[in-house]
């Protein structure tokens, strides 16, 4: 089984940035694609970007151009580099893993982080 710790939460500025950080334990997930998640009160839960085991990266059109994901698979770390926060970006973030495949859906994911707040004040 695969363990994900979500880091680097918090309260920031509108324009400000904000680095999240998740460390994995147990298997490896080297050979998965990593993915980073939102869900913001009374909405559902949607992807925000994905990293596949090459590095190839998908961001979600809400993000792109302010976020950036990155992996270091020797560190077994995926970091969500988010740059030009605005209060619509207040949500909990979540990190997954477990598709061979990119994919954007929660339903490809099988393990999941316990989430970090991020709260952008206007």
């Known amino acids: 089984q695969v363990q994900l710790v979500e880091s680097g939460g918090g309260l920031v500025q509108a324009g400000g940035s904000l680095r999240l950080s998740c460390l994995s334990s147990?298997?490896?997930?080297?050979?998965?694609?990593m993915g980073w998640f939102r869900q913001a009160p009374g909405k559902e839960q949607e992807n925000v970007g994905i990293i596949s085991q090459t590095g190839d990266k998908y961001y979600a059109d809400s993000v792109k151009g302010r976020f950036v994901i990155s992996r270091d698979n020797a560190k077994r770390t995926v970091d969500l580099h988010m740059n030009s926060l605005k209060p619509e970006d207040t949500a909990v973030y979540y990190c997954?893993?477990?598709?061979?495949?990119?994919?954007?859906?929660?339903?490809?994911?099988?393990?999941w982080g316990q989430g970090t707040q991020v709260t952008v004040s206007s």
């Open positions: 147990g298997r490896a997930t080297t050979n998965y694609v």
């Open positions: 997954a893993t477990g598709s061979l495949l990119p994919s954007t859906a929660v339903s490809a994911y099988s393990s």
